[in-house]
């Protein structure tokens, strides 16, 4: 079955430090991978995604991922961390064909950033 | 105006009430989704539709029905609403051509007592 794990919970950096939030994830096929924040009080927005190609995708807001089929992670990194990127992230793999056409969500990972 | 509107954006009720949480979309989209998200849980399907004749169950639909009414509406029922039915219901959308991104809403809270 289709899972997606992001084993840390909660993250605290300081304002202008890296950043790299962890995603793994369980598909049968070449999955489709999305990042996704929420911001206090909002919905999702749509960071990133990977269908295929190369294997490092940028996003928006500074933000990248790389696919790494070996380890079966989507890592979600920023080099400089903004007070504005606190927020929640979540990482989906898509799952589509067949009888089945949805995002599986992972647990989420909220960041907090320090001044 | 928001793509895919949501309402209500909060909703408190008791236990045993019935309950609607609307999405419409004006986005022109087929598919529409209802997820639930949950401290800790992430966000969980309960149903998605490919068009208003197609009605599918996600993975917590019990407790749940909907009622897609139109291409733009897809409206998300507790017929009989619990406490544990607590939670911040997302209402999402996308196109049938494209590569599975969601298109969400900005959520309904519904605190059940």
């Known amino acids: 079955a289709q899972s997606v794990t992001q084993p840390d919970i909660h993250i605290t950096v300081s304002e202008g430090a890296s950043l790299e939030l962890r995603c793994n994830y369980s598909?049968?096929?070449?999955?489709?991978l999305f990042w996704y924040v929420q911001s206090p009080g909002q919905g999702l927005q749509l960071l990133l995604k990977?269908?295929?190609?190369?294997?490092l995708v940028q996003g928006i807001k500074g933000f990248e991922a790389e696919f790494k089929r070996s380890q079966s992670s989507f890592n979600l990194r920023k080099p400089s961390v903004h007070w504005s990127d606190a927020a929640e992230y979540f990482c989906?793999?898509?799952?589509?064909?067949?009888?089945?056409?949805?995002?599986?969500f992972g647990t989420g990972t909220l960041l907090a950033v320090q001044p | 105006d928001a793509d895919v509107t949501q309402t209500p954006r909060n909703r408190i009720t008791k236990t045993g009430k019935r309950i609607m949480l609307e999405c419409s979309q004006t986005?022109?989209?087929?598919?529409m989704y209802w997820y639930r998200q949950d401290p800790g849980l992430g966000l969980r399907l309960i149903y998605y539709?490919?068009?208003?004749?197609?009605?599918n169950k996600g993975e917590i639909s019990d407790g749940y029905s909907v009622s897609r009414q139109a291409q733009a509406k897809f409206s998300l029922s507790l017929e009989s609403a619990i406490p544990n039915q607590t939670a911040l219901y997302f209402c999402?959308?996308?196109?049938?051509?494209?590569?599975?991104?969601?298109?969400f809403g900005e959520g309904s809270r519904l605190t059940v007592l």
């Open positions: 990977y269908f295929s190609g190369d294997t």
């Open positions: 999402a959308t996308r196109p049938r051509r494209n590569t599975g991104e969601l298109f």
């Open positions: 986005k022109g989209h087929d598919r």
């Open positions: 539709s490919f068009d208003v004749k197609d009605i």
């Open positions: 989906a793999v898509g799952a589509f064909g067949g009888a089945t056409n949805k995002l599986i």
């Open positions: 598909y049968g096929a070449t999955p489709y």
